[in-house]
């Protein structure tokens, strides 16, 4: 049995008594096999399985084989995805006036498209907990949008007017995230068709994001691993403000922002690593600050999950955000940012963020090309592995 052969399966193998493992020999074969950045946890996850196994052993559930008391490494049964897995729901499309400015037609395009082209596997993520949710927004906050008594800032910054639909959608996309967050810890990378609301505080929302998903999603996840450390690479066109707040002072969580530096939000919150642009900066000037700055910060943390906000108002036809990259320029962009994190084998979750093109669809479709990229690495991962 190869050190290889030990670590294929995690997560997917169980132990059971028969070779010899140590936890200096897990150590050694969790380093043959991948990132050095998700050891923490699938230590952990080791160490409880091997626990639990020496435990089932010595009642019995065990076979003995010969005297020795020896262990060695079996797959699990599992079912594996045929496609990258993303998550959606009909509750992702929330009743909006008829010219507003947001895209909510985005969401059910998108999906639709990704199913016409069997790009990816749409997967209902169902709602978020109450539990979950009251991990990050504060019970009068939540309580408010349920009613549609919006509290004074909610009422002045969110930009979205009330209806039950907003709720609805909200904790539907929140779960998404959550939801791919657990499928990307399984299959390396995952997506959610909505989420990147990073401009939501714990007590009210901002610039159309009613709750922080990836917020919500990090703190669900620490619940059962404390020490989880954890990773937002922020390519939307505006800084999360929302996202910072939440994390300011936590050493487990790490922000970084690519963003226009005088855009919205006007008054910005610090992040771990900001990287403000001017408006309207060239593509070569986005990319030259994107790769000299991006791969060294996910080397020093070393993150154990990545979230990825896609947003697509880094186009150079987007209403509001205020760059210059073409439709190329962004698969560019897309391709560049999982490679960073997926050539150490980080698990990725790659989330919406905005966008607010003046082509009609076109909002959509440029999702849908950050899902392509995110799928067809997956694809080429898969092939690898076979």
């Avoid at 995805?81 to 008829?98: I, T």
């Amino acid at each position: 049995m190869t050190l290889a052969t030990i670590v294929r399966g995690l997560p997917g193998f169980e132990l059971i008594g028969l070779a010899a493992l140590d936890s200096e020999l897990a150590v050694r074969a969790l380093r043959c096999r991948s990132s050095p950045f998700s050891r923490r946890m699938q230590l952990r996850q080791l160490d409880e399985s091997h626990a639990e196994s020496r435990e089932r052993f010595a009642i019995g559930a065990h076979r003995r084989v010969g005297t020795g008391m020896r262990w060695r490494v079996r797959r699990a049964p599992m079912l594996r995805p045929s496609m990258l897995r993303c998550f959606s729901s009909p509750a992702y499309f929330a009743v909006l006036p008829p010219v507003h400015v947001f895209p909510m037609a985005k969401f059910r395009q998108s999906a639709a498209m990704l199913r016409e082209h069997s790009i990816a596997a749409v997967i209902d993520p169902g709602t978020i907990s109450d539990a979950d949710l009251m991990r990050v927004h504060t019970p009068d906050y939540a309580a408010s949008l349920q009613t549609g008594h919006y509290n004074a800032a909610t009422a002045l910054k969110l930009g979205l007017p009330w209806h039950p639909t907003i709720n609805v959608r909200a904790r539907a996309a929140t779960a998404g995230t959550l939801a791919a967050a657990r499928a990307a810890f399984e299959d390396g990378l995952a997506a959610n068709l909505a989420g990147g609301t990073h401009h939501a505080f714990p007590d009210r929302g901002e610039g159309f994001c009613v709750f922080n998903d990836v917020a919500v999603a990090v703190r669900a996840l620490k619940r059962d691993e404390p020490v989880l450390q954890v990773m937002v690479v922020d390519l939307d066109a505006h800084q999360g403000n929302g996202t910072n707040f939440i994390f300011a002072g936590d050493p487990n969580v790490l922000t970084y922002s690519v963003h226009v530096g005088r855009n919205y939000p006007s008054v910005k919150v610090p992040g771990s690593v900001d990287v403000p642009l001017s408006r309207y900066t060239s593509a070569d000037e986005y990319f030259d600050r994107l790769e000299s700055t991006l791969p060294g910060a996910i080397e020093r943390f070393e993150p154990d999950l990545v979230f990825y906000n896609a947003g697509v108002d880094v186009h150079v036809d987007d209403k509001f955000g205020q760059m210059k990259l073409s439709t190329s320029d962004m698969r560019r962009r897309d391709e560049f940012a999982i490679d960073a994190t997926r050539r150490w084998g980080i698990p990725t979750v790659l989330v919406y963020g905005g966008g607010y093109n003046r082509t009609p669809g076109m909002t959509g479709w440029l999702h849908v090309q950050s899902v392509h990229v995110a799928a067809s690495r997956w694809t080429l991962e898969r092939g690898e592995r076979s």
